[in-house]
């Protein structure tokens, strides 16, 4: 999994992750920003699972939820938290690529980690 962090013209940080990681990289822009104090929630939260204090941890941002476990980290659009089997018509098919990804919990930590120094003051 690669990233890369930059700012926009509007000296806002944005986050591209590797292709099959992009929702990450959207996370980490839109969920996070500049803030370190959600930031540093979600490394609390990291270490938490890592020292088996919780098992699993699940955030809902504004237009994502990210699931944590001591295996990996999911990020999910809520546009597709739906029963897909009801809402929608046979043989439809979701475009997820930008809108679903998963990943390692040390891979995220690392980024997280370096989203963390990149976005500071």
């Known amino acids: 999994m690669d990233y890369e962090f930059t700012l926009d013209e509007y000296d806002r940080p944005i986050a591209e992750f590797s292709m099959g990681f992009e929702a990450l990289g959207r996370w ?11 930031i ?3 490394l609390d939260i990291v270490t938490q ?4 204090r919780v098992s699993s941890r699940q955030l809902f941002g504004e237009d994502s939820k990210l699931l944590i476990d001591l295996e990996q980290v999911e990020v999910m659009a809520l546009a597709l938290d739906i029963d897909q089997a009801q809402a929608l018509p046979e043989d ?3 475009y997820e690529d930008e809108s679903y990804a998963t990943c390692g919990l040390q891979d995220f930590k690392q980024a997280l980690l370096s989203w963390q120094e990149f976005v500071e003051v």
Request: glycine fraction near 4%; hydrophobic fraction near 25%; charged fraction near 45%.
């Open 28 to 38: 980490f822009s839109e969920e996070l920003g500049r803030d370190q104090h959600p």
């Open 40 to 42: 540093d929630d979600l």
């Open 49 to 52: 699972i890592e020292q088996k």
């Open 92 to 94: 439809t098919r979701l």
